[in-house]
């Protein structure tokens, strides 16, 4: 008789978070209420992996760093499935974002941990921390001014509680300042080096400390772990239980004063700072000086602390999504993101939308016709590398294919993950000029199935501007058909396309490779 024990059922309405960040790996487990948008915690666990430790120079994980990293995550992951949890969300940030072989660290998550890791950009970082904060704040429509000091990356937001009007994202994080400044230190930080470290932030933050004084705010709201213990000290001194840290104020006065205080002290004493983690005595001057140098530059007179963040913006999300939203709210966060960038290229609009018709009708015909299996997602990211595909025009109409995959790539893209980005980034790219090819090297950072997708989409959104090579939208619609051992493409047009059937040519020879079938044009 079998006496394996059988796994926990799984509930529909339980959910894991998890925030795979540059410092520590953060565990959420939630049973999700639907009909109240709200949630009850069942679970929350910590590991602190360091996962960015000596990273940010050289834009590699360590081994060790990668170690530490998928133990957590199998723990983490054996925790949530023993909760029974029906949907494991996880989130890379910048750690992940920055490795050049982060490749290797989401095939063990996958394999050995059985967690699908999405490594978002910072914007979409930023977004889903504004989710979460805000979901545990009564902020009505005063604007707040919210700083999330990660251990890569610093997110900055304006918002309401009602939506956002900026997201930034700042390399400077704890761990990444830390490393630059204060590797293999263990002594006291001079106030000549902590100086330093208050210019690099400055130089750093020059552009969004701009935008933030240009907005202005009413209430500066900061999260995550170095302004929470920060402020722990701070009630420490002041004999404030750290049990309400929600109802503390930390000012920036006093956050100057506990900066000075904690240069002057060697590690071994900062670990033992009442009201701070002994894990972090190694970083908390350089997220002071990350957080005090912001403060200070923004007028900012203090702080609000709060104890939601990421973790609780994908659950937000989740809410969301689970709830019939999905489309309306992450749909409209990507398309307002695309929307906006395409306003750069207002006189190429008009082509560009027809450009979008044609690509998404030729997708639909040969999903229909058995050639390609794919779904909604892979639409929406050809729909809107389809729309964007000529924006690097706004720089040079000479080799614009190349300055449209940097625009989208740099681009701030709220809703995407970091690999959506680059796919809709090497999609513009491949729209003209060569195939995808070995030499292209963001090419080559996409995943072995993302190539293969880019390969197949790409060679549409060239059909596509080949048939509206004019600029005149003559091809008013196509229908795809498999016949004789060839495809075929029949197109109603009003008017000669003998421009558009000329450059079609130029495409046909990619179809039997990548589809199996030669491509012929009939009108």
């Known amino acids: 008789m079998d006496s394996t024990p059988l796994p926990p059922p799984v509930d529909p309405s339980v959910l894991a978070a998890l925030d795979i960040g540059s410092n ?55 925790i949530a499935r023993g909760y029974g949890a029906s949907e494991v969300v996880a989130i890379g940030t910048a750690a992940l974002r920055e490795a050049e072989n982060r490749d290797e660290f989401l095939a063990r998550a996958a394999s050995e941990a059985k967690i699908q890791v999405r490594v978002v950009s910072g914007i979409e970082e930023a977004r889903l921390i504004y989710l979460g904060v805000v979901s545990g704040l009564e902020m009505g429509e005063r604007r707040g001014l919210f700083i999330d000091i990660g251990g890569g990356s610093t997110e900055l937001i304006i918002g309401t509680g009602s939506g956002h009007s900026m997201l930034d994202s700042l390399k400077l994080g704890a761990i990444r300042v830390a490393n630059q400044f204060l590797r293999g230190l263990t002594g006291p930080v001079a106030p000549t080096l902590f100086a330093e470290m208050q210019q690099h932030v400055r130089l750093t933050a020059a552009h969004a400390l701009r935008h933030i004084r240009d907005s202005g705010f009413d209430i500066a709201i900061a999260s995550s772990g170095t302004a929470t213990n920060l402020a722990k000290i701070a009630m420490m001194r002041a004999g404030i239980e750290p049990a309400h840290l929600t109802e503390f104020v ?118 229909r016709v058995g050639l390609m299996d794919y779904g909604q997602r892979e639409r929406e990211l050809l729909e809107y590398a389809a729309l964007l595909h000529d924006i690097g025009i706004f720089v040079a109409r000479s080799a614009h294919h190349r300055h449209s995959y940097y625009i989208i790539r740099h681009a701030e893209m709220a809703g995407f993950t970091d690999e959506e980005v680059q796919i809709i980034a090497n999609l513009a790219y491949f729209h003209r000029k060569s195939a995808p090819k070995r030499r292209h090297e963001h090419f080559q950072t996409l995943s072995r199935e993302n190539q293969k997708l880019v390969r197949r989409l790409s060679i549409l959104l060239r059909l596509a501007e080949g048939l509206d ?33 000329g450059f079609v040519a130029e495409v046909e020879s990619l179809f039997p490779e990548e589809f199996g079938l030669p491509l012929e044009v009939r009108v």
């Open 24 to 78: 520590s790996v953060r565990l959420s487990v939630v049973r999700l209420d639907e009909a109240a948008q709200n949630w009850t915690t069942l679970a929350q666990y910590k590991e602190t992996v360091r996962l960015g430790q000596n990273e940010f120079e050289r834009h590699l994980l360590t081994e060790d760093a990668i170690a530490r990293g998928i133990t957590a995550l199998k723990t983490f992951g054996e």
């Open 250 to 367: 930390l000012t920036t006065d006093e956050l100057g004063t506990i900066a000075r205080q904690l240069c002057r002290m060697t590690q071994e004493e900062r670990r033992a700072v009442p009201g701070l983690n002994p894990e972090r005595a190694d970083i908390i001057v350089a997220g002071a000086a990350v957080l005090l140098t912001l403060a200070e530059e923004a007028s900012v007179p203090g702080f609000r602390i709060a104890d939601r963040s990421l973790r609780e913006g994908v659950i937000v999300d989740a809410l969301l999504r689970r709830g019939g939203e999905k489309a309306g709210f992450e749909a409209g966060a990507r398309r307002r993101s695309v929307e906006r960038l395409a306003r750069l290229m207002e006189g190429e609009l008009p082509h560009a939308r027809h450009v979008v018709f044609l690509t998404l009708r030729i997708f639909d015909e040969l999903c």
């Open 469 to 501: 090579r004019s600029h005149l939208g003559r091809v008013k619609g196509l229908t795809v058909t498999v016949a004789g051992r060839r495809l075929w493409l029949d197109l109603t047009t009003d008017g000669n396309p003998h421009l558009e059937i």
